[in-house]
């Protein structure tokens, strides 16, 4: 048989560990991944955080519009509706009442009304008396001055027994006047 030798040392073997030495750029390196997986962590919560938001505004959403009363919402659109149908009407109304305002401060003190008739659309006829031809020239010249009449006819005019003058008056009133 032959003879194996085997070497026997006495000294210790040692292990030879290389010495590893951490530059600048394996740091940065190192801190860049770090960073990196801290960015991507951070992403993933946050998406997550935000679906879960979505899906409870989805769910608050859904419950709202099944929450909805449907009838109502239809009576309210036509009240609406019939608001706004309202609204085109009521500004065209006409208000007499600013005529009598306007006949009170344009009326001479020696001519008096007693009868009238108001029409559409801001005519009217008045009849009266004035003392004189004088006072009635004078209101016709008040009613012709005044920028809210844009028409004054003077018809029929008469001499009463005592003396005064009959008269008939044709207005038309500005419409803008009468409309509030």
């Known amino acids: 048989m ?13 292990k030879r560990v290389p010495k590893v030495s951490v530059t600048l750029l394996e740091k940065a390196l190192f801190v860049v991944l770090i960073s990196l997986l801290v960015v991507w962590a951070g992403e993933i919560y946050y998406k997550k955080t935000l679906k879960d938001n979505i899906e409870d505004l989805t769910t608050l959403v859904e419950d709202e519009v099944q929450k909805r009363d449907l009838n ?66 004078r209101q016709f010249v008040s009613f012709e001055e005044d920028s809210d009449i844009t028409k004054v006819l003077l018809s029929e005019m008469s001499r009463a027994e005592s003396g005064e003058v009959g008269f008939t008056f044709n207005l038309t009133f500005n419409p803008e006047t009468l409309i509030k």
């Open 2 to 14: 032959p003879k194996t030798t085997k070497e026997i040392t006495l000294l210790p073997r040692k």
């Open 72 to 137: 109502l919402e239809e009576k309210i659109y036509k009240t609406q509706e019939r608001l706004e149908s309202l609204a085109k009407i009521v500004p065209a109304h006409t208000y007499w009442t600013k005529i009598f305002e306007k006949l009170e401060d344009l009326t001479v003190p020696t001519v008096w009304f007693y009868d009238f008739q108001a029409q559409s659309l801001g005519k009217l006829t008045l009849d009266g008396f004035a003392v004189n031809h004088s006072a009635l020239a």
